[in-house]
């Protein structure tokens, strides 16, 4: 009986298609993860992270290499997120990172290294992850910031960065006033 309701628990915090948790899961340890730090007084950082061009891939080679390439993907980042890191796919081609101790240089460090190993792994893996980039959206949370604040500031940031072409790692503007 424990060992099914272990199975049902991962199932349902875990994403079907990639493995890594879902969006559901991310928002619940956010909010968790803002009153640890606040308590303890360290930092807190999220990244988000779109797959770029992925509906090319889908358009293309069908569907099947668009998951292909979403798999290929998770499969880095949760090789290369520390073991406090929380990953997870939060909705589409995006996976969103929340990083407990990681200040905004440590945060950007790390969406850095994942850009690399993505970029530099076009290829590696079949024809799905041939050219395959990502562009992340950094932000460190702020005083009194909400989590959804945290998560808009890091979400323009990623925008920001595709609209530029792409393959980038963008530090998110300070505090939205809302």
């Known amino acids: 009986e424990v060992e099914r309701q272990e ?3 991962y199932q349902a915090t875990r994403d079907g298609l990639t493995g890594v948790h879902t969006r559901q899961y991310l928002m619940e340890r956010l ?12 930092p807190l ?8 061009n992925l509906k090319n891939v889908n358009d293309r080679k069908g569907h099947p290499a668009g998951d292909e390439a979403l798999i290929h993907v998770a499969r880095i980042l949760r090789e290369h997120v520390r073991g406090e890191d929380i990953l997870a ?17 440590g945060a950007r460090g790390l969406a850095e290294r ?8 076009a290829g590696s ?3 799905a992850a041939a050219s395959l980039t990502v562009s992340i959206g950094v932000a460190q949370l702020a005083p009194g910031e909400k989590a959804d604040q945290l998560i808009r500031r890091a979400d323009l940031a990623m925008y920001e960065a595709k609209k530029d072409g792409g393959d980038r790692t963008l530090r998110a503007r300070p505090e939205i006033k809302e």
């Open 114 to 121: 994942l850009r690399a190993l993505v970029e530099q792994s």
């Open 89 to 105: 796919r939060y909705g589409g081609d995006e996976f969103g990172i929340l990083t407990p101790f990681a200040d905004i240089a």
């Open 45 to 52: 950082s999220f990244l988000m992270l779109d797959v770029d």
């Open 125 to 127: 893996e079949g024809d």
């Open 7 to 9: 199975d049902l628990y």
């Open 31 to 42: 909010d968790e993860e803002i009153s640890r730090a606040r308590r303890h007084r360290f």
